[in-house]
């Protein structure tokens, strides 16, 4: 089985700083692909960023970036300058076939 | 404007009364998915559809339903609901499943409630 684990279900940062959400998968497939989705409280699904696990580069989306092990099967999110819409909750994602397999979820809280 | 759009938005019913949770993508996507979103819990895939009148079980399939007739609607069915189906439900679809150029597309969600 396919799992995702997202180890810290709340955090908090100030604006302007910048903030790690961990995310850690567990699979036997050798390709892949890694998402991190954002859910504002609009309940919106919003995709953040994705990697395809043969690409060593770690993707970057303007402020936020990932850092991808593919050997640890870790795949972090790092958000820089952090600002006040930031705040939501956010999923790590894992795709290899047909189905998109979710973290429980870290609720990010950006504060003035 | 490219979208999946789910209907209604929200949805108050009573235990064992059949409903319907539509669900209608306009990007011509071969691949449609229903998830439920639990506090704690994440998102998990109900049932998908890789094309019309090909359907299959996700994670938690009991107590649902669902048909795939035309490629651009794929309903969600509770024929009769428990309460242990108050939940946040989504839509989805992608042109291919697994591929990085084809993330899913999300609707609205569906907020249902049974008392």
């Known amino acids: 089985a396919q799992t995702v684990t997202q180890s810290q279900p709340e955090m908090s940062v100030q604006e302007a700083e910048t903030v790690t959400l961990s995310c850690t998968y567990d699979t036997s497939e050798s390709n892949y692909y890694l998402f991190w989705y954002k859910q504002p409280p609009s309940r919106q699904m919003i995709l953040v960023i994705r990697q395809e696990a043969y690409k060593q580069q770690n993707a970057t989306e303007n402020r936020f970036s990932v850092n991808f092990q593919k050997a640890a099967k870790s795949f972090s999110l790092k958000i820089s300058d952090s600002q006040l819409g930031d705040t939501a909750m956010y999923f790590c994602a894992f795709n290899s076939g047909y189905a998109l397999n979710f973290g429980k979820g870290t609720s990010l809280l950006v504060t003035p | 404007e490219a979208q999946v759009t789910q209907n209604p938005r929200y949805l108050i019913t009573v235990t064992g009364k059949k409903l319907t949770v539509t669900c209608s993508q306009n990007?011509?996507?071969?691949?449609m998915s229903w998830y439920r979103q639990d506090p704690g819990l994440g998102l998990r895939q109900i049932y998908y559809?890789?094309?019309?009148?090909?359907?299959d079980k996700g994670d938690v399939p009991e107590g649902y339903k669902v048909s795939r007739k035309e490629k651009r609607n794929f309903p969600l069915i509770l024929e009769s609901p428990s309460p242990n189906q108050t939940s946040l439900y989504f839509c989805?679809?992608?042109?291919?499943?697994?591929?990085?150029?084809?993330?899913?597309?999300f609707g609205n969600g569906t907020r249902l409630t049974v008392t």
């Open positions: 559809s890789m094309n019309v009148e090909v359907t």
């Open positions: 990007m011509n996507h071969e691949y």
């Open positions: 989805a679809s992608s042109p291919l499943p697994g591929s990085y150029n084809s993330p899913l597309h």
